[in-house]
């Protein structure tokens, strides 16, 4: 079977004290996870829990202690400095706050262009690429001149997700994505995370303190309580046998979903697993 997109292993990360907390504190304990090439995996846990500190270890923003962060077969920290560059355009993220993500002086267009002139690409076709990207995002081109605060939260955060994918990343680490937005809102938003992997196989590590809307996006949902993962496994599973007594208490608080949603999920998930078998 050929390797995962991306490999967590015995992942530690401990904060140095300050303040009132004068000692380290170990947000992260151990925690083991992976990732196939095109699927989404949803972390789900109360909060403090770490889902955002692994998050943001995935990405090289967390004190790492010890483990390992695997990328496409290769330990992260022991990277040159130009495989650190190439991997910052493998693995976007896309945050909880639509408002303060982006920057309010810039318009869309300038917002879409800087990761890509910033790589080199020339702003000729990097104006082109801004189309696609709104395009795909289902915003209009004439967005391109306008600044964010002409936009509503959803549209915003479409605006965040083309900027996530303005360099064909490969993985998306989704903080909480939705989470700003009203409901109707976030069911259009999660619908276009998924149109968008079905488009382009690109992998999430999905975030969320929602169980509702991490089972709506993931092949599969990772448990984290207390800095560490308690039950992982598809979403079905885990939810009729709930091992973790915080499991327990998480489901049994949350709307069941759609069978045939799941369903569709599972179907998904074998069809990416078989992909990775045949390498
Ligand atoms: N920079 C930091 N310095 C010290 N402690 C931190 C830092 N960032 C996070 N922590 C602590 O690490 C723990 C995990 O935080 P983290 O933000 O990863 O949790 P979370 O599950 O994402 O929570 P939330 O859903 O509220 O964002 C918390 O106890 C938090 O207070």
Redesign the pocket.
């Known amino acids: 079977m050929s390797a995962p997109l991306l490999e967590v292993e015995n992942l530690e990360v401990e ?1 140095p004290g ?1 303040g009132f ?1 004068a000692k380290p ?1 170990r ?1 992260l304990k151990g925690v083991s996870l992976d990732i196939l090439p095109g699927e989404t995996v949803g972390l789900v ?10 998050g943001r270890a995935v990405l090289g923003l967390a004190p790492v202690t010890g483990g390992s962060i695997r990328y496409a077969g290769r330990e992260i920290g022991q990277l040159h400095r130009r495989e650190r560059r190439e991997l910052s355009s493998e693995i976007q993220v896309v945050f909880q706050d639509p408002y303060s993500s982006l920057n309010p002086a810039l318009t869309i267009e300038q917002i879409l262009i800087e990761p890509l002139t910033v790589r080199g690409v020339s702003t000729a076709a990097a104006k082109q690429r801004v189309a696609t990207l709104l395009e795909q995002v289902g915003l209009p081109v004439d967005a391109r001149s306008r600044l964010p605060r002409e936009f509503s939260g959803g549209q915003r955060q479409r605006v965040a997700i083309a900027r996530a994918l303005a360099l064909d990343p490969k993985l998306i680490v989704c903080d ?1 994505p939705v989470s700003a937005l009203d409901l109707s809102t976030q069911a259009r938003v999660l619908d276009l995370f998924i149109e968008i992997q079905e488009r382009t196989g690109v992998a999430y590590l999905f ?1 969320s ?1 929602d169980l509702a809307v991490v089972r709506h996006v993931s092949h599969r949902v990772a448990v ?1 309580y207390r ?1 560490e993962i308690v039950e992982s496994g598809d979403g079905d599973q885990v939810t009729a046998r709930p091992e973790h007594p915080y499991t327990q208490k998480l489901f049994m608080a949350a709307p069941v979903p759609d069978p045939d949603q799941q369903e569709e999920r599972r179907v998904a998930r074998r069809r990416l697993m078989a992909i990775a078998a045949e390498g």
């Open positions: 904060y300050k907390r504190f947000a846990g109360e909060s403090g829990s770490g889902k955002t500190t692994l909480e975030i303190h984290m800095g």
